[in-house]
């Protein structure tokens, strides 16, 4: 079989240009190409990470280690039995990963949830959950978060934090309020990243933060929409209601922890950089 080199993320991706479907397509497609290559390679034990300690009971148990123990195949696919033996597991273990998950409350990896449902999407939002959502909070919400919602209600992204479904969406003071309390005791935000070595060529008004006051204030901060966290982390990606622009978007910002945040100038420019960090691919 002929190998198949993935696509290589383009230097700048504007969905104004392209459109959501291209870029969330494009997105799924290369992160995608990342878990079943590492998959294929390293065999099931890829994706055990501990889920075998999950079982009702011995009887019912779903995981025994010697079972996926195998040998590594090549990815893309370099034989016909390589394609055929990597499918077989792939999807015995997406079997086995949707019985789990029925039978436990428990985290899943995103790269896992990704492999079991082979889909970085969420199903999408009826025009009645995002009225329903907007009524909740008392606002309308920005025409690119919006639009994006009604593609993918939501969207798993490994290593930063992932898109959470509209119906989840609220202040922060309310969604992690002792975040917001103890905010005031952070007089600094530590650099990130640096502005030099970013591959994202950044718009006015744009920026990374610099270790200097962030320059939020508090009340700001509490009344900015969670569209996303991390709890274990306290990170968060957040709407920012009180920067509505000409065109109805609003500021979008990325904060990890007390330590960085990056502000971007709405949700649509927030998903093109979390889409080159994200979606990066080596083709070896």
Known sequence: MAKQKPDIPPAELRIAEVGWNTLLDQWERQVLFLY???????????????????????????????EFVYDSLTFPPESEYDRIEGERRLNEYASRLKRLKEMCDFKMEIDDIALMQNSLRFPPAAEEIIQQAEARLGVRLPPAYREFVAISNGWLIEHEVSIAPVETVGPLVEVDPGYIKNWSQHEFIHEAFEIETSPIPLAQGENFMPSRNMDIPTASLASMLVIGRDETESAFLLLDPSTRDKRGEWRAISIFRYEYAMVVQDFARLMEILYRFNAKIDPN
């Open 36 to 66: 079943k290559r590492a998959f294929y390679r390293y065999g099931l034990t890829y994706g055990l990470k501990g889920y075998m300690d999950h079982r009702v009971d011995e009887n019912t148990r779903l995981y025994h280690y010697a």
